[in-house]
Nanobody
Framework: VQLVESGGGLVQAGDSLRLSCAAS????????MAWFRQAPGKEREFVAF????????NYADSVKGRFTVSRDNAKNTVYLQMDSLKPEDTAVYYC???????????????????WGQGTKVTVSS
């Protein structure tokens, strides 16, 4: 499975961006999809995940109420709508996919088998 992220860029605080992650796999609909991020000098952290049906999206506290994860299984694509961006959202954002994930572990990067190459988001103050 190949995952290709797009949509990153340089924005100002308060702006919005929408990241996309396109999957090569026709069985995309079976996967739990997630977004993680890694800021310079910091460890990778969980951002959001969404199950195959699109229901029960789950968010890190730091982005809850500002970010929205969604998926279009017909297009093999998952999205991350990021609103009210803050400088602390600056990071490389990674898309991840996995099957057979126990949802209680879905915030852990180790639960995912497939990763994209990342897309950089920079938020200036």
């Amino acid at each position: 499975v190949q995952l290709v992220e797009s949509g990153g860029g340089l924005v100002q605080a308060g702006d919005s961006l929408r990241l996309s992650c396109a999957a090569s796999e026709r069985t995309f609909g079976r996967f739990v999809m997630a977004w993680f991020r890694q800021a310079p000098g910091k460890e990778r952290e969980f951002v959001a995940f969404i199950v195959w049906s699109g229901g029960s999206p789950n968010y890190a506290d730091s982005v809850k109420g500002r970010f929205t994860v969604s998926r279009d299984n017909a297009k093999n694509t998952v999205y991350l709508q990021m609103d009210s961006l803050k400088p602390e959202d600056t990071a490389v954002y990674y898309c991840a996919a996995g099957s057979g994930i126990i949802l209680s572990t879905a915030r852990r990067g180790g639960a995912y088998t497939y990763w994209g190459q990342g897309t950089k988001v920079t938020v200036s103050s």
